[in-house]
């Protein structure tokens, strides 16, 4: 076991009609004027943001409005929000969907609070000292960012895909209500799902000591959005189901399910990266494709952690053989991404790169990596080609 810092310092409020508390909890925070952060037309279809700005009126809350955000979110539109809430004098933010919204109101905060290009943060050249307080209504269970220090963004220019970790972007509040994602279109749920397993596996596949403790949090977790994953596809409007995928959303990536061992794998998200920037692919559904090449190269190097994940998540009953009981915990894990129209390689997809790109991409990988990264298995370069080629379907 390694010594760990747990900090969580989000206040949670959960459950149907939440959103109407916000002019409350935005007032608590003493702010003068609010950005309202948001992505395309779901929060204007469905009255979200007409619910918001009516309980920030009845404060008395001044705001302004910026929509527009994307997957994989844009540095541009970071660049419009700073300037904005610049000349707005704009003093706390409050982002209005699922973890790009979150992503971008992070980023934008920093920008305000630091000086110089917010973008030094995320190419890793400086730290940031501050964040502009940020608060969340969610409306789409995957990212965690919510309650997490994370936040991910893409430079048009090279399309580069970036993340910067730090606490003082943890949001002040977040604000869940299940109902708010019941409208998601089946793929974006699946994504999500894929996602919340994802930020738990990356903690979980690790070498160098564990707590028990901490692995059956996790473990526990993963059997549980897999489970409520296969409900919400043939029962999307199920609130139970939504709730308990909204809740694991957040606890997979808050640090929680990381506490008492080494940080992290964090390589298959920094694979996804690459096919992120580089082809802009839903984050989950390109998560879903590399892991299992990911997972067969660095399992050897792991396998007594693919062993318990094999029999304590997936079901796998002993083979005798911890390599053979683990193989099959691999295989059952793509059978359920199979499940909810997830790939589990580049041309399932619907990617099919030239060697170059790959090249391109494991190189990318390698520098964002700062030469390696890994827990389960540490990966340079050549390795992240490997990877990438099986992913491919080239061996």
Not at 126 to 139: D, E, H, K, N, S
Not at 323 to 345: H, K, L, Q, V, W
Request: proline letters at 3%; glycine letters at 10%.
């Amino acid at each position: 076991m390694f010594p760990f810092s747990y900090y969580t310092p989000t206040k949670i409020l959960f459950g149907r009609q939440t959103e109407n508390q916000i002019g409350d909890l935005v007032q608590k925070t003493c702010c003068k004027k609010v950005l309202i952060h948001y992505g395309s037309g779901s929060v204007l279809r469905s009255g979200l943001l007409d619910r918001i700005q009516s309980s920030l009126h009845e404060k008395e809350i001044s705001y302004v409005t910026l929509g527009g955000v994307v997957p994989n979110p844009r540095l541009s539109l970071v660049y419009k929000g700073i300037e904005l809430c610049k000349k707005e004098q704009v003093d706390f933010i409050l982002a209005v969907g699922g973890g790009s919204v979150i992503d971008s109101a992070k980023a934008i905060g920093y920008g305000i609070a630091n000086e110089g290009d917010v973008w030094d943060f995320y190419d890793h050249t400086r730290q940031a000292a501050a964040c502009l307080p940020i608060g969340v209504v969610l409306t789409i269970a995957a990212a965690g960012s919510e309650m997490s220090n994370s936040s991910v963004i893409t430079k048009e220019e090279g399309m580069i895909k970036r993340g910067y970790n730090n606490d003082v972007c943890r949001p002040v509040f977040a604000v869940m209500n299940p109902e708010l994602t019941m409208t998601l279109p089946a793929y974006q749920t699946a994504c999500g799902c894929t996602d919340i397993l994802m930020h738990t596996m990356e903690r979980y596949f690790t070498n160098g000591g564990n707590m028990e403790l901490t692995d059956a949090i996790a473990e526990g977790l993963m059997r549980t959005v897999m489970k409520n994953a296969l409900i919400l596809r043939d029962d999307p409007k199920n609130y139970n189901a939504r709730a308990e995928v909204m809740w694991a959303g957040s606890l997979s990536h808050n640090g929680l399910t990381g506490c008492g061992n080494d940080g992290g794998d964090f390589a298959t998200h920094g694979l996804e990266h690459e096919l992120g920037g580089m082809f802009d692919v839903a984050h989950g559904a390109g998560l879903a494709a590399v892991w299992g090449s990911w997972a067969r190269y660095v399992k050897n190097d792991c396998l007594h952690r693919f062993y318990r994940f094999a029999v304590q998540v997936m079901g796998i009953e002993d083979t005798g053989s911890e390599n053979e009981t683990a193989c099959r915990g691999i295989e059952a894990m793509e059978d359920f991404y199979r499940s909810i129209d997830m790939p589990t390689n580049l041309k399932e997809l619907g990617i099919e790169p030239t060697d170059e790109q790959l090249k391109k991409m494991a190189h990318m990988c390698s520098i964002a990596a700062g030469g390696s990264k890994g827990s389960a298995k540490k990966l340079v370069e050549k390795d992240m080609l490997e990877i990438y080629r099986m992913a491919a379907g080239l061996y």
